[in-house]
């Protein structure tokens, strides 16, 4: 079937519509082909039109040119108990160039259940009137299954919520981001969202919705909270619900259970971004020894098309609990051990030895050389070298996020910054932009540091530095290794901070492949100085950029032998001894380019 058109009237509406259907059982699904191409091809849509309602609801929608080819549209048409009618529109607006066609239009399980002679075992429900039996999970789940409503007769008004009248029992959630909204129809955004809710498979019912759109920030959560329950005993709590998770920005929608009023419990069950623009029913087992309460979370992706539904939440073989949850304490101790110095005579300019009391100079102190018999000289500063194994950051920092920690009117937990991770906490699809091994064991258990893009915007940047090294050799170097994967990689650079001067000293930007690479920094000779990773976030959460296995070699300074230098060795002007290989080589290993010198 096609459209001509035929008039040159400003608006033409062309009317397909079906026969008259009675009803539908629960899993009903349209399915047809269309195809919609030319430049000004105009708008489509799919409207159901039910008896007794007067407003129709939009079941789909075509709105521009998609392609010279054939696309299948599939539709969740769910229980409808009332007659109905399908309606296909296509509108042009004035000038039409283009064609439009529809194909191959299919009704698929849209029968209700058909009667039994019997219906045994614990597992099944015998429906009263129409003598089917169903699945007895699908008791008291705010879905019509028989045909005649028996299976939700004599159902616990307080352990199901259709957000027909409201919240229910639910709660939102006072320590989230932003609540929940009710409401009825499409939501606010093309191209996300349900268009209908799923009680009543029209836009008269109310349905839960998450926004993603401004002022929501990525990773922004909303989170509803259920009633409390009884400990669950031998069988478990059964919950049910629907969700839909329709855009090509949607993140996440995640389920926990505490019994602790003031923790974030345990994740039970998370789905991770696109599902089609379908209600999916998923059902959870919960066992508890305590009293417990459920926490259903969503959370905003990278953009405004990331839209989250909710609808026909219930329970099952629970009971409410009328208590409280316990806290946990949060008060921590702060005794802490002073930190002693032995007897000394240092003055301010020098470092004391924590085990001797032996003074020696501050250059001395972060220097990648122990001067002290205990090595405490070299105890906090960065480490020679790094793996993240014993999940610690070797001494590298980050200075932003102190100050901010420092103030309690700043929450970090959205900021752009350096964490630690590993492959085995991956969610799936995450490893399309983070490493799902490291690089020093090669397994997903292996840790790493990485600067996570899920948080902060366009164009931020996460610095993690050094403390203060002293003084380097001359053929100090850094090696590291860094992997750089995603659609949206930003940059990576390696700085030199002296004071208040910044050197850039490498850098490397845009997607690298999915593996690890070395990179190699040459330092020489600095003291005083910071070394400091720096990472600009790109546009979207698609582009973590990790270091792993960070190593400074060559760098403990000259020492001075103490002694005349060998034949084989150059006396340096400042009486270092060098190999005499290493003269005339463009590096300036004496420390004073004596080495260097064309005189020699």
């Known amino acids: ?96 160039d283009g064609v439009s066609a529809i194909d191959d239009i299919a009704f698929e399980y849209c029968a209700l259940p058909p009667p039994k002679l019997s219906c045994e075992g614990p597992n099944h429900f015998w429906c009263k009137h129409t003598k089917a039996c169903i699945d007895s999970l699908s ?262 996020l102190e100050q901010m920690s420092g103030n309690d009117s700043i929450h970090t937990t959205n900021i752009f910054k350096w964490e630690l991770g590993r492959g085995a906490d991956l969610y799936p699809g995450q490893e399309k932009y983070r490493p799902l091994i490291d690089h020093t064991t090669c397994t997903e258990e292996g840790w790493y540091l990485f600067a996570d893009s899920s948080n902060g915007e366009f164009g931020d940047t996460t610095d993690i530095a050094t403390p203060v090294i002293s003084l380097t050799g001359p053929k100090c170097k850094i090696i590291f290794w860094n992997y750089m994967n995603g659609l949206t990689i930003g940059s990576l650079e390696v700085l030199c901070k002296t004071d208040n001067k910044t050197l850039k000293l490498w850098t490397q930007s845009g997607s690298q492949g999915p593996q690890w690479n070395r990179a190699e920094v040459f330092l020489g000779i600095r003291s005083n100085f910071q070394v400091i990773f720096r990472v600009k976030r790109g546009v979207s959460y698609m582009g973590d950029v990790a270091v792993d296995d960070i190593t400074f070699e060559d760098c403990s300074p000259l020492l001075n032998p103490g002694r005349p230098c060998t034949a084989e060795e150059f006396t340096c002007a400042n009486k270092y001894c060098i190999p005499k290989d290493n003269l005339c080589d463009f590096v300036n290993d004496c420390a004073d380019n004596s080495d260097e010198s064309p005189t020699i």
């Open 1 to 96: 079937m096609f459209i001509l058109k035929n008039t040159t009237s400003i608006s033409q509406v062309a009317r397909l519509q079906s026969p008259k259907f009675s009803q539908t059982g629960s899993n009903c699904t349209l399915t047809f082909w269309y195809y919609n191409y030319g430049e000004s091809v105009g708008a489509a849509e799919m409207q159901l039109l039910v008896d007794g309602l007067k407003q129709p609801t939009v079941l789909w929608r075509a709105y521009y040119n998609e392609g010279n080819q054939w696309l299948k549209a599939v539709i969740q048409l769910g229980r409808l108990p009332r007659p109905f009618q399908l309606s296909l529109d296509k509108i042009s607006l004035g000038f039409y």
């Open 139 to 400: 008791v008291c789940d705010l879905v019509d299954d028989c045909g005649d409503g028996s299976d939700e007769d004599n159902c616990n008004p307080e352990l199901q919520c259709n957000f027909e009248n409201g919240l229910c029992n639910w709660e939102q959630d006072f320590e989230d981001d932003f609540d929940w909204i009710r409401v009825q129809g499409p939501t606010p955004t093309l191209n996300t969202g349900p268009l209908k809710d799923h009680t009543t498979g029209t836009a008269r019912g109310h349905y839960l919705y998450m926004e993603s759109s401004k002022p929501h920030q990525f990773q922004d959560k909303a989170v509803l909270l259920s009633p409390l329950f009884k400990p669950s005993g031998k069988r478990a709590c059964i919950f049910r619900f629907y969700y839909h998770m329709f855009g090509k920005q949607v993140y996440k929608l995640s389920v926990f259970q505490r019994t602790l009023s003031n923790s974030k419990g345990w994740l039970l069950w998370y789905k991770f971004g696109n599902q089609g623009n379908r209600w999916i029913r998923q059902t959870l087992f919960i066992s508890s020894s305590k009293p417990f309460q459920i926490l259903v979370k969503g959370t905003v992706g990278d953009g405004f098309t990331g839209d989250i539904g909710l609808d026909d939440m219930s329970f099952l073989g629970c009971t409410l609990y009328n208590g409280n949850l316990p806290t946990i304490s949060t008060t921590t101790s702060t005794t802490s051990v002073p930190a002693t110095l032995p007897m000394n005579n240092c003055t301010k300019e020098q470092f004391v030895c924590r085990a001797s009391g032996r003074c020696i100079h501050l250059i001395q102190k972060c220097d990648f050389r122990p001067d002290c018999s205990d090595k405490s000289d070299e105890s906090s500063c960065v480490m020679e070298v790094c793996d993240f194994e014993d999940k610690k950051h070797c001494g590298w920092h980050q200075p932003a």
